[in-house]
C-alpha cells in the first residue's frame, strides 16, 4: 500500500499551514505491471472524486518517490490516463484532473439501480433462482454420480498427440473464423460413425454442431417457439430442457412417464414440439418401446409438430438389438436429433452436435451464427481425426465392455442385498439405473442424507418431476465407480433402506 498525499491548495488550518488530504494506491508483486496498477489507481480517485476536477496531480518526481519508484512508471501512467481523457497538461503549470469530468461524474446513490429486464431475461433469473444443483462439500467415497464418462479411461495421450500436430502443423485457416454449422470434417465422421452405428439416415449437410446439448435444445427454442406455444414434455424429464422451454415463454404440457416411457395417448391434439429421450428416458432409464416410438411420430404428423429426440446416452446398450432412433424411423422429416460427447469423451469438451430437417437447416444455421459464431475450431478437427482413425470407435468398445462389467455387478449387487425391497428400472441401456423401493416410511431427503452419512453418494429423482411422484426413486450411475466401490455402496445403502 502506497499513501499519496495532495495540498489543498487555498485551504489552510489555524495555524496558517497547507492542509493535506489522502488517498491510497495498492501496489502489489501480483499485480501486474506497476504503471497499470498506478494508473487504477489515479483513476479510481479521479472518478471517486478524491481527485477533484481542476485539482493538480503531484508531479512525476513527487509521485515517484511517495510510492518508490521510477519516475519512467509515473510518466507511462500519466500519458494513459492523458490518452484517455482523465487528466490534463497545462504547459508549464502540471497536470490536472480534466475540468471536463465533473459534469459528466454520475451523482453518487445509496445503492447499485436496479435494471429492467426483458422478459426473457426475468424468466430465466427466476429459473435459476430456483434450479437444483447438487454440490457436495466433501469427496464421496462410493459416489454414484451420473451424467458423465469414466474419464481415466480416456486415451488422452492419443487426443494430445492429435491436438499438438494440429496446433503445429495446422493451416492458418485452421486458426480463422470457421464455418457456422460446424467443420465439414467432423459432420462427416459424425455422419458415418452414425450410419454404421446406430443405422441413421442422414448426410453431413444436416449435422450442426454445437457446444454441448444444452446449447443444441436453447437453439430448438428460439428458432421453432413463439411465446405461448405449447411443448408437450417427459415428467420426469432433465431440468435444461423444460427451462430452455420456459425461457423462450412455452406453455408445458406435462407427459406422465411410466416403466416403457412416455404413453402416447397422453400426447396433447395440437403441440408445437414433443421433448423426449426414448432410448434411456432420463431420469427412470425408461426404454420407450417399437410401437410407442411409431404412434408418437405417428401424432407428431397428425399434430403438425416436431419431435426434439435428445439421445444423450444413446452409445450404450446391454441387451438384445438397440432399437432404432426416432430419427431413423422417421419418414416426414419432423425429428430433431441432439446428441453429444460428454458422456462418450469428457464434459469439459462441450461438443455435441444437432441433426436437423433439411428444410430448416438455413434457419438454424444462423441461428448458430448470431449466438456465437461457431464453436472452437482445434477441438473439432481434434474430434473428427480421433474418430476418423477409429479411436473413437475402440474407445466406445472398451468403454461399453466396462460398463456392462459394471452393470452386471450393480445388479448382483442390488439382488443380493435389497432382493425384492426396489424395483430396478433403466438397466438394458446408458450408464444409469433408477430403483423405486417398495415399502419405505423414509423420504428421499431422509434416504440422501443417511446414504452421504454412511459415505454413500446416490441422488433423487423428484427434483425432476413437474409433478412430485408418491413414491420415492433414486438415481444410481456406474460409469466411475470401480466394482468393489458399487459392491460396498450398494451393501451401506441396504442398510438405510
Known amino acids: 500500500m502506497s499513501v499519496i498525499l495532495i495540498q489543498d491548495e487555498g485551504e489552510r488550518g489555524i495555524l496558517k499551514a497547507p492542509l493535506f488530504r489522502f488517498f491510497v494506491i495498492p501496489l502489489s508483486k501480483d499485480g501486474g505491471p506497476l504503471f497499470r496498477q498506478i494508473y487504477l489507481g489515479l483513476r479510481q480517485a479521479i472518478l471517486q472524486g478524491t481527485l477533484r476536477p481542476g485539482e493538480r496531480l503531484p508531479s512525476t518526481r513527487e ?111 485452421e486458426f480463422d473464423y470457421g464455418p457456422a454449422a460446424g467443420s465439414v470434417a467432423l459432420r462427416e465422421a459424425i455422419a458415418e460413425h ?77 403441440a408445437r414440439i414433443a421433448s423426449v429421450t426414448p432410448t434411456h428416458q432420463f431420469p427412470t432409464g425408461a426404454l420407450l418401446p417399437l410401437a410407442r416410438r411409431l404412434a408418437l411420430l405417428e401424432w407428431a404428423k397428425r399434430a403438425d409438430a416436431i419431435v426434439i429426440e435428445d439421445d444423450y446416452d444413446g452409445e450404450f446398450h446391454y441387451e438384445g438389438l438397440p432399437l432404432e432412433s426416432l430419427q431413423a424411423l422417421d419418414t416426414d422429416g419432423r425429428v430433431i436429433y441432439v446428441g453429444s460427447f460428454s458422456r462418450t469423451i469428457f464434459p469439459a469438451l462441450r461438443l455435441g452436435y444437432l441433426i436437423v430437417p433439411k428444410s430448416i437447416v438455413p434457419a438454424f444455421t444462423s441461428a448458430k451464427r448470431l449466438c456465437d459464431r461457431h464453436t472452437a475450431t482445434i477441438e473439432q ?99 466411475r465407480l470401480k466394482e468393489h466401490e458399487i459392491r460396498e455402496g450398494i451393501r451401506r445403502l441396504s442398510e438405510i433402506l
Request: net charge positive; charged share 25%; hydrophobic share 40%.
Open 63 to 173: 509521485l515517484a518517490a511517495q510510492l518508490g519508484v521510477s519516475r519512467t512508471v509515473i510518466l507511462v501512467a500519466f500519458d494513459q490516463l492523458l490518452a484517455e481523457g482523465f487528466v490534463e497538461g497545462r504547459a508549464g503549470s502540471g497536470t490536472y484532473a480534466a475540468s471536463a469530468l465533473e459534469k459528466a461524474r454520475p451523482k453518487p446513490s445509496q445503492g447499485s439501480a436496479r435494471l429492467r429486464l426483458s422478459r426473457f431475461g426475468t424468466t430465466v433469473e427466476a429459473l435459476g433462482s430456483k434450479a437444483h444443483a447438487i454440490q457436495r462439500k466433501k469427496t464421496i467415497p462410493y459416489d454414484f454420480s451420473h451424467g458423465g464418462s469414466d474419464i481415466q479411461r480416456f486415451p488422452f495421450e492419443t487426443w494430445r498427440r492429435i491436438m499438438m500436430r494440429r496446433l503445429q502443423r495446422g493451416s492458418l485457416r
Open 194 to 270: 452414425l450410419r454404421r452405428s446406430r443405422a441413421m439416415a442422414c448426410d453431413a449437410s444436416q449435422i450442426i454442431i454445437v457446444n454441448g446439448s444444452q446449447q443444441a435444445l436453447d437453439l430448438a427454442s428460439r428458432v421453432l417457439l413463439e411465446r405461448g406455444d405449447c411443448v408437450a414434455i417427459e415428467d420426469p424429464q432433465y431440468q435444461g430442457a423444460r427451462q430452455a422451454f420456459q425461457a423462450a415463454g412455452a406453455k408445458l404440457h406435462r407427459l406422465p412417464v411410466d416403466f416403457d416411457g412416455l404413453n402416447p395417448a397422453k400426447l396433447p391434439r395440437r
Open 381 to 479: 478437427e481434434t474430434l473428427a481425426e480421433f474418430i476418423a482413425i477409429g479411436a473413437y470407435g475402440r474407445h466406445l468398445r472398451r468403454l461399453r465392455r466396462e460398463n456392462a462389467i459394471r452393470r452386471r455387478t450393480l445388479l448382483d449387487a442390488i439382488q443380493e442385498c435389497l432382493g425384492q425391497r426396489v424395483q430396478v428400472v433403466g438397466d438394458r441401456s446408458g450408464a444409469h439405473i433408477s430403483i423405486w423401493p417398495s415399502k419405505t416410511m423414509l423420504s428421499e431427503e431422509t434416504i440422501l442424507a443417511r446414504a452421504a452419512a454412511m459415505g454413500v453418494g446416490i441422488y433423487g429423482v423428484s427434483r425432476f418431476f413437474i409433478k412430485p411422484p408418491k413414491r420415492v426413486g433414486l438415481l444410481l450411475g456406474y460409469s
